[in-house]
Structure formats: C-alpha cells, structure tokens
Nanobody, 125 residues
Framework: QVQLVESGGGLVQTGGSLRLSCALSGRSFGPYAMAWFRQTPVMEREFVATITWSTGRTDYGDSVKGRFTISRDNAKSTVYLEMNSLKSEDTAVYFC??????????????????WGQGTQVTVSS
C-alpha cells in the first residue's frame, strides 16, 4: 500500500522559513513525479510545486516562484519543500502527492494518484 507521510509544518512569523518533507513508501518503483499542493477552507486545491523523479525537472506556481524550492532525495524516496519569505497568504494545509504515470499537466491535481494526509502551515503577521 502506497503511503505518503508529510512532516515539518507549523507556525512561523511572516518572513520566516519552513521546510516540509514527504516520505513515500509502498512502491516497488519510483514515481514519475511528486508535487506539493495547498488548500484552505475558502480556496480550492492550489498547485505549489512539482519535480520529476528521474530528471529533477521542477515547476512552480506563480505565487511561490522565487520563494519556494522543491527537491528530492531518490535514495530516501523523499521530497522536500523549502519555503522562504513566508507570507500570511501562504497559510494553508499542504499536501504531498505522487504521480505514477507520465503526464504533461503536472500542475493539475488529477495527474496524481496518491496523496498524503496534509500538514498545516500557519504564517502569522
């Protein structure tokens, strides 16, 4: 059974930094890509960042470009999201996701087959 376990969320002040981790288990082969999305009670699931597993190609949502960095450790089957210069509007539940098949629309949530339980990030002013 595939599992994605996120960690690293918490409370941080505006301008601060956090690092999220997501460990993937239960697969006999690596995913095509992994990604981070975020969601609030008033906002649909928003694409944050994605990284392809074999080539490390990255893509970012416009609202986080230049502030967030996604990376992966293939040996540990773990993806990270380094978040800097955090703003109050970054407050959300952050979800990790894994895509098992190639896709040209990695910004779309339905490209991903497996999801973590989410981790809360709260940015206070």
């Amino acid at each position: 059974q595939v599992q994605l376990v996120e960690s690293g969320g918490g409370l941080v002040q505006t301008g601060g930094s956090l690092r999220l981790s997501c460990a993937l288990s239960g697969r006999s082969f690596g995913p095509y890509a992994m990604a981070w999305f975020r969601q609030t009670p008033v906002m649909e699931r928003e694409f944050v960042a994605t990284i392809t597993w074999s080539t490390g190609r990255t893509d970012y949502g416009d609202s986080v470009k230049g502030r967030f960095t996604i990376s992966r450790d293939n040996a540990k089957s773990t993806v990270y999201l380094e978040m800097n210069s955090l703003k109050s509007e970054d407050t959300a539940v952050y979800f990790c996701a894994a895509a098992s098949k190639p896709s040209v629309v990695l910004r779309m949530w339905d490209a991903y087959d497996d999801w973590g339980q989410g981790t809360q990030v709260t940015v206070s002013s």
